[in-house]
C-alpha cells in the first residue's frame, strides 16, 4: 500500500516514532541523524488535520526486546490510530525491530508502517523481520514540498532537498534504488525560513537548475536572510570540472566545509588536486575543505593511505566512511575494542585484503591526519595532545619539526609519509614513554 492509503478517514492521532538508534545525545540533533522524513510527514499530517506525536529515544532509554517495561509515553492520552516508524542504515534494522515489536505489544491492534533508507533497500527483509504491517518505499511525494514541522525538534537549522535520486549510478551506493527517479526543483527560496541551511540532496550540483538556485541563495545571504549553508554529501568533482564557475558561486553563496568524493584509485589523483584548486582558488580555505573517501572497499589498505598522504600534500581533510555492503543487517564495529574483531562481527572486505588491523589503523591515521590539517602542524602525538608532559616541555616539542621531536616523542606521527599497517600503534608508544 501507498502511504497515503493508510491515512483513512478514521485516522486521527499518528505516533511518529525514531527508534532507538546508537546515536550518542550529544548528537541526536545534528543534521546527519535528523529524523527529517518524520518531520516532513507530521507537517502533511497536520494539513490533513490529524494530530501527531513524536517520540524520540535517547541512549539512557535502553529499549531492547528484554525491557517491555519501560513507558515512554507520558501523555497516555495519545492513543494513536496508526504509527510510523523511521529507519535508517540496514545495518540498525535491530533497532527498528524493536521498536515495533515495543509498540505492537503497547498498542495492540494499531497498525504500524515502516518508511526510511532501511525500508527502502530491503522492503522484504524489513516486512518479515520487524513484523510490522507494511512497509512504505521511497519518500513521500505529497510531503516534498511542505516544511517540515521543526517545532517537534530543537535545532537552528533546516533541511532542504533541491533534487531525488542522483544522475549516477555508484556500485557502493543505494540512491537508485531508494529514489530510482532524477527529479530538480527549480527554485528553493520560498522554502527558506531558517539562516542555517543544510542540504541533503544526493548530487546538489547535477540539479539541472543549480546556478538559479546558487542565485538565489546568494541574494539570501546579500539580504543577511541566511548564515550557513552546507551540503551533506560531496560535490560531483566531474561536474565541478565541466562547470568550474560553480565553485565561486558555492562560495558566494555561503557554503562551508565543501566536501568532494574521491572513491577510486591513486590514479585519480591529478583531476581530484584540479576540483580542490577550483575550490582555492574560489576563496574556501584548503584546510576546511574534506576529501569523502570510503574504506573497507576498494582501494586496498595501502593505496588508501598513498591517497591519504596526498591529501596531506594539498592541506586538505578526509572524511571517511567505512563501507557496508548495501544489505549488511548488522554492524557491531567498536571503535574500543583494541584486541580487534572479526568478519563476525562486522563487515570486513577481505576480497581487496582489508582486515581488522587495517581497518582500524586507517582511521586512526584519518583522525591524526585531520588533527594536523586543522592545525596545520606536520605530527600529531597523542603524548602532547593528552597533556602527558610538563608545559614547558610541551611548547619546546611544539616548535620542532618532525623529524626532530622523533627523537623525544616516539609517538610522534607526520601525515607526509606512508604508514605501514604492521606499524607500532601510537598508543602502544604512549604506554611505554609514559611508563619510563
Ligand atoms: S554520485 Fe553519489 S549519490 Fe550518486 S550514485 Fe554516486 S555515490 Fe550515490
Redesign the pocket.
Known amino acids: 500500500m501507498d502511504f497515503d492509503d493508510w491515512i483513512t478517514e478514521d485516522v486521527k492521532n499518528v505516533l511518529l516514532v525514531e527508534p532507538n538508534f546508537p546515536i550518542p545525545n550529544k548528537s541526536r540533533n545534528h543534521s546527519n541523524f535528523l529524523p527529517i522524513g518524520l518531520l516532513k510527514i507530521a507537517a502533511y499530517l497536520r494539513e490533513k488535520s490529524i494530530n501527531v506525536k513524536l517520540i524520540r529515544f535517547d541512549e539512557n532509554n535502553n529499549l531492547d526486546l528484554a525491557q517491555m517495561t519501560l513507558d515512554l509515553t507520558p501523555q497516555d492520552d495519545f492513543i494513536p490510530d496508526l504509527i510510523c516508524v523511521t529507519s535508517i542504515f540496514t545495518y540498525w534494522s535491530k533497532y527498528v525491530k524493536n521498536a515495533v515489536f515495543y509498540y505492537k505489544n503497547k498498542y495492540k491492534n494499531v497498525p504500524i508502517i515502516v518508511g526510511g533508507i532501511y525500508a527502502s533497500l530491503m522492503p522484504k527483509h524489513c516486512k518479515e523481520y520487524t513484523k510490522c504491517d507494511d512497509v512504505i518505499t521511497g519518500y513521500i511525494k505529497g510531503a516534498e514540498e511542505i516544511i517540515p514541522a521543526y517545532d517537534l525538534v530543537d535545532v537552528d537549522y533546516q533541511i532542504l532537498h533541491t533534487s531525488r535520486g ?5 556500485g ?5 534504488i531508494i529514489e530510482p527517479e532524477w527529479v530538480c526543483k527549480k527554485t528553493i527560496k520560498n522554502e527558506i525560513i531558517k539562516k542555517k541551511l543544510i542540504f541533503y540532496d ?2 546538489l550540483l ?1 540539479n539541472a537548475y543549480i546556478e538559479n538556485i546558487l542565485k538565489e541563495l546568494i541574494e539570501l545571504k546579500k539580504e543577511k536572510k541566511i548564515t550557513y549553508v552546507e551540503s551533506q ?2 560535490f ?1 568533482g566531474r561536474i565541478l570540472r565541466k562547470k568550474p564557475h560553480l565553485a565561486k558561486m558555492l562560495k558566494d553563496a555561503g557554503f562551508k566545509n565543501p566536501k568532494i ?1 574521491w ?1 577510486y584509485g591513486i590514479i585519480q589523483a591529478p583531476k581530484i588536486k584540479e576540483q580542490i584548486d577550483l575550490l582555492t582558488d574560489a576563496g574556501f580555505n584548503a584546510k576546511e575543505i574534506s576529501v569523502f573517501m570510503i574504506y573497507n572497499y576498494e582501494p586496498c589498505y595501502e593505496e588508501m593511505e598513498e591517497k591519504r598522504v596526498k591529501c596531506a600534500e594539498w592541506g586538505v581533510q578526509i572524511t571517511d566512511c567505512r563501507y557496508r555492503p548495501l544489505n549488511a543487517t548488522y554492524d557491531n564495529y567498536s571503535s574500543y575494542k583494541t584486541k580487534g574483531q572479526s568478519s563476525e562481527d562486522y563487515y570486513i572486505h577481505t576480497k581487496e585484503g582489508w582486515t581488522d588491523s587495517k581497518i582500524r589503523k586507517f582511521r586512526r591515521n584519518i583522525r591524526r591526519h585531520n588533527i594536523c590539517m586543522r592545525h596545520e602542524v606536520d605530527y600529531h602525538s597523542s603524548i602532547l595532545e593528552r597533556k602527558k608532559i610538563s608545559q614547558n616541555q610541551s611548547q619546546k616539542y611544539r616548535n620542532m619539526g618532525y623529524d626532530e621531536v622523533k627523537k623525544y616523542l616516539p609517538d610522534a606521527w607526520t601525515p607526509f609519509r606512508f604508514h605501514d599497517a604492521s606499524e607500532k600503534d601510537y598508543f602502544k608508544l604512549e604506554k611505554k614513554f609514559t611508563e619510563k
Open positions: 542522483c544522475i549516477r549510478k555508484c557502493f551506493c543505494g540512491t537508485y544526493n548530487n547535477a554529501s560531496g560531483d568524493a572513491d
